[in-house]
């Protein structure tokens, strides 16, 4: 059989995905410019990225799931973004981070897990003032670590400390860099389009091997292909096409493969298996990653199957010790996006998965070596052992090979006796006495704790890395003013950490419940570990704890006097092990020092006026101690008045005894009405309402209706300091105009309360029969003014933006209305072009081919299209834009390259043949056009944009030039917009501007200010009457962002949205009826759904809409070819790369039958021309006529509904509960009517025929 039909074992290897159950859920992760993968793993922890800075990294246990706290241990370590990071292929937590702060830290990952935050490292390298870029460990030699930063290459021994070795003859920045599995050879890609290999122990120049790679200064990647003579490179040509590229060192100059992919802006992340040469392509920003199975031979490259799911934001593989080799799985990929965590497992389907297939695992590299870091660089080359995979030759069967060795001191032991063994001529070492093999189950081991928490308490070495010059006089400044000096307190500290080490022998138990104790504890420990000395480098201050900066007792030798100066507690969680939970948090009943304060507040930022406040006090100052602090409230002031309520329980062994969840939440609602009515004293009843489980709140809709009726409706300025914010001033300042106009009236008591809340408020309040007393002195002027001022804006609650479309469906349209077999699509339209324009008798598509080909297709003619020639206008030269007269359905006018625009004019039945006489030919430019843009209310007024920097307004009727605008630098113009009126116009341009133009008035803009800085594309349009500016574009990291602007102030948006990472433009469509904003781009396939306010949050989300597929262009209809009927209001048409189908949008409505008018109010009038092109330019004026959308027949919504509630006269309750509505009363009088007209009845009564009784007798 020839090798080409050999089949793989690994072909058919499928990925498979857990429920979200299973994933790492909740978690913070941001978009970063760095050339690490974002995430990495061993065979007991996983380690990534945390926030959108990036500078702190979260560990958690390889088989972790559920949902994450975000007051999780982290890793502090860091001032800068974490670039890079490593676990040691013989320590499983051993784990190395680089920065941009210039610094690499060594960690140590004790054997459960982080149980609380850590800052303070076990080792600090310093690169001198450059960027760390990558880092990661030898393959071969235990101890060893390198790490890339600019252009230079450095090796450091971890036993003894120290750089061993360093080269700068790389003269651009080292973007990867991969060395081979027997570690003799370094290979690594760099910034100037080059690929080398690297010998570090070379005589003379270490790098052996040059050759040209990716032709883009775009980020590369290089791995080694295993033990072979090959390696494998990702990166972009010069068209920015992503590639990949195999080498051979035998031939280096010339790639052995050479594979193109697709356009998209992700670096691809190469993850390669060599015992199964299995190579995953992970792209940053990519939603699908594919799998590869690399061979020796032609076509060295095949594709297996391609997991397609979540935005990727970094991967890495799981080592194959903690594979589940009995469910044939050869390979875990960790996929970290910007919310989970997800373990996507390969496996190799097989009939049964009872017995282990050993035709899937080859012997794997194992986690034993018996080389150093100084013997590998004195030249010495020891294969790193092998290891069977079976089950029946592990000791712990088929559960995961973990490899704790403790802290770095204890593998600096290990080190020197293995090096002294080595020496003495023993050449095999102990594994006993250096390794420590545990399986998942067995993490709890006294033994294995007892070593971890010795390791723990040993000193931590010192740092060996000496800055020299500045970085120095730096780093000795950076500790002189953050030296932490507490020596009275010392003495107390030892006896509390003594005493709480006493208590844990005599009671196991009581440690899960003493996490004060603790928490000093390893305050203690870590100041005594700090690292002195001035040529250590600077560590930054650890995040602050819910509970902001406390004084802690810090240990100082050298010190005899100390100042009391607050220091950032770390996050920690509670004493017990970090447990992997499935389901929401709930609060830690373990943790003595939560309450609804701390929960519900922002942490101070390290360094800011309360955290440093103390810093360069006197030594004379006493210390507070912490149960003394006042812990200031930062968003919202939740006090507790009751001293009763400020006292907390004590426990027996001094530490304060936790509240459940429920009385907490009924704390928090028993202060939060409190705080919001603190203007004047209220009854206790009111108190109850928010309670639980009280008649108040026995439904959902009554708890929604008490938090509407107390959400404040106008905005308050936002903070710019940490200074608390009091809800109840602003509430104050709310009600002062009532407050005022009533106390110039005599006799009147007013209550603030009453006015401040809706008019549903006091309606609940009459119900309990407690607000009549305050009505009573209430007067209609009062009234009335509190409720226009709560109606007149968009209500706030807890549950978000209230809007009538959040829950707006769309709905593709039936298979008879598309237009099917479409074929030929041009992917060539510039990027300013939509690419996709209908109307309401028919649609353009552009054709590829040469000659600028749009094919028109009738919208009364859906089907599929015959095979053959279709029907087009030719244009002579490339399309760069077209568009649909507004008021012409059958002027169709396209710009072409050649700076000239064609008028085209279709017969009513369509196109029959492929025509190139067009109706008419406007010369605009010399240049190739960008853009052309209809006017929104005059006739025959076209806008037309060039690359000469020039907008230009011609009228068509003459086919001349009328104005010409200028004010654009060399930059290329994205964009324009016309304002809702037609006076104004924006446009938005790739110097990151804003521009607004009154083109009547004056040929430059009149205001000017800073749009997206991303200079991929832009789109921009008008909202809410011209008031504001939406803008669509791109950050510094090209993720796609929605900006705000107020129209008459553009120096910064007033709100920022951010959506993924995707190279395609986000095309808005606003509906100004509905305020409703859809952006998505090409290639897309999801419609995004946002509502316009004018308040915060400016932009709400809505109910975003999925496509089954791909789609090409998306383009509305105008509000008259709507089904009000359906409750519809927006139409569009969705060109895909073989059909045209309609897409309706609607809001879900009960009384569907009726006319919503509160979703369609008068809307204007744009499907017909206001005024003519003369008036236009002679400023006259008019605006749009408005039209309403009503049926004829159809009653309205709001004429069967009560407008308003009558004034409330009595507080009787049956009153309340009893009142119809004006429809419900009508209808029983038809009932009524109905039933007598079948019914024979009389109104005479039987006491009628009955004789009475006189008055004179009721009156005796």
Partial sequence: ???????????????????????????????????????????????????????????????????????????????????????????????????????????????????????????????????????????????????????????????AQKEIFSNNEHPEVIQSASWREDGSILATSCKDKFVRIFDPRAAGSPIQLTAESHQSIKDSRVVWLGNQSRILTTGFDAARLRQVIIRDLRNFNVPEKTLELDCSTGILMPLFDPDTNMLFLAGKGDTTINYV????????????????????????????????????????????????????????????????????????????????????LNGSNQPVPKMSLDPVKREHGDEPIIIHRGNLSDLVKNLENLRSKGSTGNGKRNDNEHFVMLSMEKNGNDTGNDQSQNGQKKMMATTPSQPDGECSELIRKFEAKYKVD?????????????????????SPTDQEHSTGSSEEASSSRGLDNTVSGGNSPPKPMPRTSRNNSLPEASDSAGESSGAATPRPRPRTTAASAYKPRLGPKPFSSTTGDVSFDKVFAVPLAPGSHENISSVGQDTGVDIIPPAQVAKPDLIVEIEIKKKHEREQPVAGNGVQKSLTTSERRKIFEQNSE???????????????????????????????????????????????????????????????????????????????????VPEGKLLEEHRRGNGSTAVAGLKKSATDTAFSAASTKRTSTVFGKVSKFRHLKGTPGHKSTHIENLRNLSRQ?????????????????????????????????????????????????????????????????????????????????????????????????????????????????????????????????????????????????????????????????????IRVYNPRKSETPI????????????????????????????????????????????????????????????????????????????????????????????????????????????????????????????????????????????????????????????????????????????SNDKAAPKVSLKPEGMETLSSIQQVT???????????????????ESNKQQEIQKSVSARMEFTTKLEQDDMEGVDENEWQE
């Avoid at 246990?61 to 949902?67: A, F, N, V, Y």
């Avoid at 509630?1205 to 429809?1223: A, C, I, L, N, R």
Wanted: glycine residues 6%.
């Fill in 486 to 506: 507490m020596a009275p307190a010392h003495a107390a500290g030892q006896s509390h950490v003594q005493h709480s080490q006493e208590g844990d022998k005599e």
């Fill in 674 to 756: 409190s705080s919001e009515n603190s203007t004047e004293s209220e009854d206790r009843a009111d108190a109850a309402d928010l309670r639980r489980l009280s008649t108040a709140r026995s439904s959902i809709a009554d708890r929604r209706r008490l938090y509407e009726s107390r959400s404040k409706s106008q905005v308050d300025e936002k903070a710019q300091s940490p200074v608390p914010l009091r809800r109840e001033h602003s509430k104050v300042e709310m009600l002062k105009p009532a407050l005022q106009q009533q106390q110039q009236q005599p006799g009147n008591v007013i209550d603030t309360k009453r006015i401040s």
């Fill in 829 to 993: 339209i510039p990027g300013e072009c939509n690419g996709f324009h209908a109307n309401q008798e028919r649609v353009a598509v552009p054709l590829s081919g040469p000659g600028g080909k749009i094919a028109i297709f009738e919208l009364s003619r859906p089907g599929r299209l015959p095979d053959g020639v279709i029907p087009s206008l030719v244009n002579g030269g490339n399309i760069m834009d077209f568009q649909w007269d507004p008021f012409d359905a059958h002027r169709l006018a396209v710009a072409c390259d050649d700076g000239i625009v064609k008028i085209w004019h279709i017969a009513a039945g369509g196109l029959t043949e492929p025509t190139n006489t067009p109706a008419g030919e406007l010369t605009a430019h010399m240049d190739k056009i960008y853009f052309i843009r209809f006017h929104p209310l005059a006739a025959d007024v076209l806008l037309t944009a060039s690359y000469d920097m020039t907008i230009k307004l011609w009228d068509l009727n003459t086919m001349t030039e009328r104005i010409s605008l200028s004010g654009h630098t060399d930059h290329q113009i994205f964009d324009f917009a016309w304002s809702p009126c037609g006076r104004l116009g924006a446009t938005v341009c790739k110097d990151g501007k």
């Fill in 1205 to 1223: 509630v009558q004034p409330v006269k009595k507080t009787d309750h049956s009153h309340f509960g009893g009142q119809k509505s004006e429809y």
């Fill in 293 to 376: 199975e690399v061979t020796d031979k032609d076509p060295y490259l095949i594709e297996g199957l391609r997991h397609t799911g979540e935005q990727t934001k970094g991967a890495c593989l799981v080592p194959k010790r903690a594979l589940k080799v009995m469910e044939a799985e050869v390979n875990r990929v960790l996929q970290l996006t910007s919310n989970m965590v997800i373990p996507i497992m390969y496996q190799v389907p097989r009939k049964t998965y009872r017995d282990f297939h050993a035709d899937l695992y080859p012997e794997t590299t194992g986690y034993k070596t018996d080389l150093v870091a100084s013997e590998w």
């Fill in 1007 to 1178: 205001r000017e200010g800073n749009g997206p800085v991303g200079t991929r594309g832009a789109r921009i349009t008008w909202a809410l009457d011209g008031q504001y500016i939406v803008c669509t574009g791109f950050d510094k990291v090209s993720e796609r962002q929605i900006s705000v602007y107020n129209a008459q102030k553009l120096s910064a948006p007033l709100k920022t949205t951010s959506l993924d990472v995707s190279p395609s433009i986000l095309i808005p469509f606003y509906d100004e009826d509905s305020s409703t904003l859809f952006v998505t781009g090409k290639g897309d396939s999801t419609i995004y759904c946002y509502e316009i306010t004018d308040e915060e949050p400016y932009i709400c989300p809505l109910s975003h809409h999925r496509c089954t597929s791909l789609h090409q262009g998306l383009s509305f209809l105008t509000k008259n070819h709507c089904d009000v009927a359906s409750v519809e209001f927006s139409k569009a048409y969705r060109l895909t790369n073989t059909t045209i189908e309609p897409l309706s949008f609607t809001v879900p409505r009960i009384k569907s039958e009726l006319f919503q008018d509160d979703l369609f109010p008068p809307t204007r009038i744009t499907w017909s021309a206001t005024m003519s092109a003369e008036d236009w330019f002679s």
């Fill in 1 to 159: 059989m020839a090798w080409r039909f050999k089949a793989s074992k690994y072909k058919n290897a499928a990925p498979i995905v857990p429920k979200a159950e299973a994933c790492v859920r909740e978690i913070c992760v941001g978009s970063y410019q760095t050339y690490g993968n974002n995430i990495a793993a061993s065979a007991a922890f996983m380690a990534f990225n945390w926030e959108h800075t990036g500078s702190s990294v979260a560990v958690l246990p390889l088989d972790d799931c559920g949902r994450k706290s975000k007051t999780m241990p982290l890793l502090h370590g860091h001032t800068d973004t974490v670039t890079d990071l490593k676990f040691s292929p013989f320590h499983d937590g051993l784990l190395a981070t680089a920065s941009q702060d210039c610094l690499v830290k060594i960690w140590h990952i004790p054997e459960k897990g982080l149980e609380q935050s850590l800052s303070d490292p076990e080792a600090v390298f310093s690169h001198k003032q450059r960027r760390v870029e990558t880092v990661g460990f030898h393959p071969t030699a235990d101890g060893l670590m390198y790490s890339t930063a600019a252009g230079c290459v450095a090796l450091f021994d971890l036993s």
